[in-house]
């Protein structure tokens, strides 16, 4: 997503935020891009991968489009705690999370299994 207003053709990290969240883009947060602009942060896909992958909750109701990959789905997905029609499909969740995990200049990590030390 990015901030109102902003000038597309002369983008700060402080215009692209988290289409899940709402936060900015930060040397802190770490975002992943999707399709048309479309972005998770690092908390939020910490948060969707432990949920959606590691714990196979599905937040999502049939027929949602992904806002990462924007194709529609019955797959499960991860929806936004804070905007309603926001979800992020599975395999965009693990595609982002490899994308942060395998970058050795962002110290982002998949998160461990529930319970593991």
Known sequence: MRRAGCDENNLD?????????????????????????????????????????????NAAPAGYECRLCLERKADPAWSSPLFDGVHACRQCVKRSAGVLHKDPDIPWRKPDAPGTP
Do not use: K
């Open 13 to 57: 990290m402080s215009d692209v935020m988290c289409d899940f969240c709402g936060a900015e883009w930060t040397l802190d947060r770490p975002m992943v891009e999707g399709h048309r602009g479309a972005c998770i942060c690092g908390p939020c896909l910490s948060i969707a991968y432990t949920e959606l992958v590691m714990l196979g909750t």
